[in-house]
Nanobody
Framework: QVQLVESGGGLVQPGGSLRLSCAASGRIFVFDAMGWYRQAPGKERGLVADIVSSGMTTYADSVKGRFTISRDSAKNTVYLQMNSLKPEDTAVYYC??????????????WGQGTQVIVSS
C-alpha cells in the first residue's frame, strides 16, 4: 500500500505564496504520474496540476503562470509552488500518485488533503 503525506497548507493573504509538499512511501515500483487536485466548498474536485514520468506537466488554465509543479524522484515527493494567490484559490488541495507497486499492480493513492485559505 502506498501512503501520501501532505504539508504546507495554511492561511495566506491575496498575492502571497505557499508551497505544498506530498511525500509518498510504501511498496512503489514506478510512478506514472503525481499531481494535485483541489475542491472548494460546493464545487467538484478538479485538477490543478500534474507531472508524468516523462516530466511533462499539465496545469489548469486558472493557475497557469502562477503555480509550478515539480518533483524530487529521490525523495518520492511532489511539490506545488503557488504564487500570486487569489481568494478563488481557496480550497482543500489533494495530492495523488498513480503508478505500479512492487507486486506489479497499478495503483492510485490520494493524500488526506490540506486546506489553503487565501484571504485578507
Amino acid at each position: 500500500q502506498v501512503q501520501l503525506v501532505e504539508s504546507g497548507g495554511g492561511l495566506v493573504q491575496p498575492g502571497g505564496s505557499l508551497r505544498l509538499s506530498c511525500a509518498a512511501s510504501g511498496r512503489i515500483f514506478v510512478f506514472d504520474a503525481m499531481g494535485w487536485y483541489r475542491q472548494a466548498p460546493g464545487k467538484e474536485r478538479g485538477l490543478v496540476a500534474d507531472i508524468v514520468s516523462s516530466g511533462m506537466t499539465t496545469y489548469a488554465d486558472s493557475v497557469k503562470g502562477r503555480f509550478t509543479i515539480s518533483r524530487d524522484s529521490a525523495k518520492n515527493t511532489v511539490y506545488l509552488q503557488m504564487n500570486s494567490l487569489k481568494p478563488e484559490d481557496t480550497a482543500v488541495y489533494y495530492c495523488y500518485v498513480r503508478g505500479v507497486n512492487s507486486d506489479y499492480r497499478s495503483f492510485t493513492s490520494w493524500g488526506q488533503g490540506t486546506q489553503v485559505i487565501v484571504s485578507s
